[in-house]
């Protein structure tokens, strides 16, 4: 009885292997690490470095997204190691010195909030240890991406976010967001930005998928 108790509280388990322990063992950890960040560029000319693949970190993403917050260290050391590939490159490139770049989330519908409690991007980003700078919300309501082919996602997010706050002039950013299907998401967020002035150097996502039907990629 006590330990089914906790078993609501703290996980035991490893949500990809069943080893029993954390959240997420570290041979998990050691494997979804391996290949290191990968590069892909969107439709509309994004750059995106993710840290793991959705075929080995599938059952990861939708275990945290569900609720195993426990992950978020994981994730976020990885999303972390994908930041600095995006930085790095930018720099390789001399799109950037050593100023400070301003890592924007892609933010969490209040739909999506009110379901989960909490936004998975943004606490990823916190266990991270990556300060986030939070200056795009959702626009209006966009229709769930699930079972969209590639066009009709970049359709269904043409003006999905708005811009608030205030960015400094050319103000180096870098997006990160969760998962990476299409990249549509950060198409549109690389858009906004940029009409606002600042300067995208890039995406970073924990995941990368190639599949369009991806289910953790909801909003
Ligand atoms: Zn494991």
């Given at each position: 009885m006590i330990s089914e108790l906790l078993d609501l509280v703290v996980p035991s388990a490893c949500v990809r292997c069943d080893a029993d322990g954390p959240a997420l063992c570290d041979a998990c950890i050691a494997e979804l690490n391996?290949?290191?960040?990968?590069?892909?560029?969107?439709?509309?000319g994004t750059a995106v470095?993710?840290?793991?693949?959705?075929?080995?970190?599938?059952?990861v993403m939708q275990a945290y997204k569900a609720g195993q917050t426990p992950c978020a260290r994981a994730l976020g050391q990885a999303?972390?190691?994908?930041?600095?590939?995006v930085i790095a490159e930018a720099?390789?490139?001399?799109d950037v010195g050593t100023e400070p770049i301003a890592l924007v989330p892609i933010p969490s519908s209040a739909r999506s909030y009110r379901r989960r409690g909490f936004h998975p991007v943004e606490l990823m980003a916190r266990r991270g240890e990556m300060p986030v700078v939070r200056v795009l919300r959702h626009a209006r309501r966009v229709a769930d991406q699930r079972g969209l082919g590639r066009r009709d996602r970049a359709?269904?997010?043409?003006?999905?976010?708005?811009?608030?706050?205030?960015?400094?002039p050319g103000c180096p950013v870098v997006l990160i967001d969760d998962v990476v299907t299409?990249?549509?998401t950060l198409d549109a967020a690389a858009a906004v930005l940029r009409s606002r002035g600042a300067r995208v150097l890039g995406a970073a996502t924990a995941v990368s998928a190639d599949r369009d039907d991806t289910p953790a990629n909801d909003r």
């Amino acid at each position: 009885m006590i330990s089914e108790l906790l078993d609501l509280v703290v996980p035991s388990a490893c949500v990809r292997c069943d080893a029993d322990g954390p959240a997420l063992c570290d041979a998990c950890i050691a494997e979804l690490n391996r290949p290191g960040p990968a590069r892909r560029g969107t439709a509309g000319g994004t750059a995106v470095f993710s840290a793991w693949r959705w075929e080995d970190a599938a059952s990861v993403m939708q275990a945290y997204k569900a609720g195993q917050t426990p992950c978020a260290r994981a994730l976020g050391q990885a999303l972390h190691h994908a930041v600095d590939a995006v930085i790095a490159e930018a720099r390789e490139r001399g799109d950037v010195g050593t100023e400070p770049i301003a890592l924007v989330p892609i933010p969490s519908s209040a739909r999506s909030y009110r379901r989960r409690g909490f936004h998975p991007v943004e606490l990823m980003a916190r266990r991270g240890e990556m300060p986030v700078v939070r200056v795009l919300r959702h626009a209006r309501r966009v229709a769930d991406q699930r079972g969209l082919g590639r066009r009709d996602r970049a359709a269904n997010m043409v003006g999905a976010f708005a811009v608030h706050g205030v960015l400094r002039p050319g103000c180096p950013v870098v997006l990160i967001d969760d998962v990476v299907t299409t990249g549509a998401t950060l198409d549109a967020a690389a858009a906004v930005l940029r009409s606002r002035g600042a300067r995208v150097l890039g995406a970073a996502t924990a995941v990368s998928a190639d599949r369009d039907d991806t289910p953790a990629n909801d909003r």
